[in-house]
């Protein structure tokens, strides 16, 4: 299998990335709806004694060397270990980066729907008495960050701070926990794919930035995203030729031809062996000689 073009896939996460960045700024919404989205999520998660977010939020408060932590976590790591693991996954499983960067992408859109369809006031913009402290405005003094959800000083207008429903840095966290596990091979990188994603449930919960419910919307954000992949790289095929149109194309009995050829070859379909094999390849490949 050949593997993608970097600069190309450098491009297309750009351009999805600024595509979402700008339509996650214009499905503000109503505040006054996102307050009553809020509270009714709240009341629901009460009633269900599920309000985890609670209980949390006041350790994070009350423990400097948990809160303060838990800040630079929300504010960094969603941006550092997604492309990460995207990079990764180019240079040690290429075989397998299309699918996964293809269900990211189509996950990360349809969580903008949700932010258009709902939009939703996170714990820490609630009044008072509804009992959450905004730890980033608490420790505010230790980061870069002021009062305005992560945002650098300043430029706190430039976020949509009635995204919370669902939860992306939870639904991005899962994604990335599930590559570790699946495709890691030392013992190392699987207990940070299990580790990262529940280090993430706790963080979001904890600083007050979403509840509950909005971690588990991300996880269904994320299960949805899975199912339609194959379907849309289906699509993405058609209209771009896609990575079918730079392999062999088949003839009839398993002959295929390839560039350069005018008579067809008698070759065997790649398999799922042939995949781990690939990726194998590509390991030795990238492994330093002594």
């Known amino acids: ?32 709806a996102a307050v009553d989205h809020g509270l009714a999520i709240l009341r629901f998660e009460e009633r269900l004694a599920i309000d985890f977010e609670h209980p949390l939020n006041r350790l994070f408060t009350a ?18 270990v997604t492309p990460a693991v995207l990079v990764w996954l180019f240079r040690r499983r290429p075989a397998r980066y299309l ?42 003094a230790y980061g870069w960050w002021g009062g305005e959800a992560s945002a650098p000083r300043g430029l706190g207008g ?20 599930v590559m570790l596990w699946r495709y890691g091979r030392s013992p190392l990188l699987r207990a940070l794919g299990v580790a990262y994603p529940l280090l993430t449930l706790l963080v979001v919960m904890g600083t007050a930035n979403h509840y509950f419910l909005d971690a588990v919307a991300g996880a269904a954000v994320m299960g949805a995203g899975l199912l339609l992949t194959p379907r849309v790289r289906r699509i ?27 008579i067809p070859g008698q070759r065997s379909a790649p398999t799922a062996a042939d995949d781990t094999a690939a990726d194998d390849t590509a390991d030795s490949s990238a492994a330093p000689t002594r």
């Open 63 to 80: 423990t400097a060397a948990l809160g303060i932590p838990a800040d630079f976590a929300y504010a960094s790591l969603h941006y550092l």
């Open 99 to 140: 699918a996964a960067r293809t269900w990211l992408m189509t996950s990360t859109l349809l969580g903008l729907v949700g932010f258009a369809l709902l939009p939703t006031c996170p714990p820490r913009l609630l009044a008072a008495g509804h009992g959450f402290t905004d730890t980033m405005a608490h420790f505010s």
């Open 158 to 177: 430039f976020t949509n701070q009635y995204a919370a429903m669902p939860s992306l840095h939870v639904g991005w966290a899962l994604w990335c926990g």
């Open 236 to 262: 993405a095929d058609r209209i771009f030729g896609g990575e079918s149109s730079r392999n062999s194309p088949p003839v009839s009995g398993g002959w295929e031809t390839s560039a350069g050829e005018r």
């Open 1 to 32: 299998m050949r593997r993608p073009r970097w600069w190309v896939e450098l491009i297309l996460i750009a351009v999805v990335y600024a595509a979402y960045s700008a339509g996650r700024l214009l499905a503000r919404g109503d505040a006054g």
